[in-house]
């Protein structure tokens, strides 16, 4: 596609359930990042994925959070037995090349999560 | 202390007046200066990005960095209703497992009034 692309756009769960997250980056983009974005604030970097090696999840809050991008393309972001906390919307980001390069990341509209 | 500082705003301001946005940083490490453009429900997008310090413009944007303030800004000319918006300055250092990992301000959020 053009862009990249997220779904679901909105995802509203009861607290202790699981959620997965979908991110499609833009094909052929090396680099895929996932960044939280809490109400009125910047988003945080969670974790980056280098084709599909994981090469940085020090962002991820805590062990519920999981992500994966098991063929270099397509990345799920799983949250398991969601707290409120974890209410905010969780952005996905692509670029073109690794490390070192000044290729800018493209990011997603995201999806935003509601934990009641 | 966050290593990236930005005023949150909210900023109000009339239609075609020059628009001043600001942030600074702590982090001598970071190397790589970018300025996105968020609307609202939407993903941020890449507005300007800059390696040295001093200023890159791009039609009716500038961005100003000064390394040796830690101090970058982006400056909006002949500010459009369609400027309103938050932006989001962010800055990354290199690193080959980090990749270039964004660190972003808080954001402003700019209303231009017709």
């Known amino acids: 596609g053009a862009g990249v692309s997220q779904s679901p756009r909105y995802k509203v769960a009861k607290r202790g359930q699981d959620v997965a997250l979908r991110c499609d980056p833009i094909s052929g983009h090396v680099s895929l990042f996932w960044y939280q974005q809490a109400l009125g604030q910047g988003p945080e970097f969670l974790t980056y994925?280098?084709?599909?090696?994981?090469?940085?999840k020090s962002g991820l809050p805590s062990d519920r959070f999981f992500a994966e991008r098991p063929e270099g393309s397509v990345s799920t972001l799983k949250i398991q037995r969601t707290q409120q906390e974890d209410s905010a919307v969780y952005l996905c980001?692509?670029?073109?090349?690794?490390?070192?390069?000044?290729?800018?990341?493209?990011f997603g509209d995201g999806t935003r999560l509601s934990i009641l | 202390q966050k290593e990236v500082e930005q005023d949150p705003g909210p900023l109000s301001v009339p239609e075609g007046a020059i628009v001043s946005l600001n942030c600074t940083y702590s982090?001598?490490?970071?190397?790589?200066f970018m300025w996105y453009r968020q609307y609202s429900r939407k993903g941020p997008e890449l507005l300007m990005y800059t390696y040295s310090s001093g200023n890159k413009e791009d039609g009716r944007f500038t961005a100003q960095v000064d390394k040796s303030s830690k101090y970058i800004s982006l400056f909006i000319r002949d500010s459009q209703p369609s400027d309103s918006a938050t932006y989001l300055c962010?800055?990354?250092?290199?690193?080959?497992?980090?990749?270039?990992?964004?660190?972003f301000g808080e954001g402003t959020q700019l209303t231009v009034n017709p």
């Open positions: 982090n001598s490490a970071f190397q790589y």
């Open positions: 994925f280098q084709n599909e090696a994981q090469l940085d």
């Open positions: 962010a800055m990354t250092e290199w690193g080959e497992t980090s990749g270039s990992r964004l660190t």
């Open positions: 980001a692509s670029s073109l090349m690794g490390p070192y390069s000044n290729q800018p990341q493209h």
